[in-house]
């Protein structure tokens, strides 16, 4: 059974580490999928638009990989490490909504296969204390 937590109305999977910029990542061997959270995607609310990046491209960690425009905002996407792009989730282009609905699943953004060392990136419990400081219940 899947792990969740639930900070306020926010929900943080237990399988996945995540960044300061708010990406998930789940790294099996040398590939990483990466997606936003569902912090990110409430925060924007609904998403009407994604740019994706052209796979086969290396990327180094902190560079943009897509860019999201939403009702409310239009906010870039960071790869959380140095790797390949190896694939990028071409539904979205069509359905970007399903970020909103599915971002942990449906609205995984890009894969990635890693090659230099993995950064630090925060467990379930350091994103969840995250989330309550920047909302101010932490």
């Known amino acids: 059974m899947l792990v969740k937590t639930r900070v306020g109305e926010y929900l943080v999977r237990e ?11 789940r790294i099996s061997g040398d590939e990483a999928v990466v997606g936003i959270t569902d912090y990110a995607q409430k925060k924007l609310r609904y998403v009407v638009s ?12 902190g560079e943009v990989i897509a860019t999201l425009e939403s009702v409310k905002a239009i906010a870039d996407v960071y790869s959380p490490l140095d790797g390949l792009l190896v694939e990028v989730n071409e539904f979205l282009t069509s359905s970007p909504d399903a970020i909103n609905k599915d ?15 993995l950064p630090k990136l925060m467990s379930p419990e350091e994103y969840a204390e995250y989330i309550r400081k920047r909302e101010g219940s932490g």
């Open 15 to 25: 399988d996945l580490y995540y960044t300061d910029t708010d990406e998930w990542v």
């Open 50 to 61: 994604i740019e994706l990046s052209r796979p086969g491209r290396e990327v180094r960690r």
């Open 103 to 117: 971002p942990y699943g449906a609205g995984w953004i890009a894969r990635l296969r890693v090659t230099g060392t």
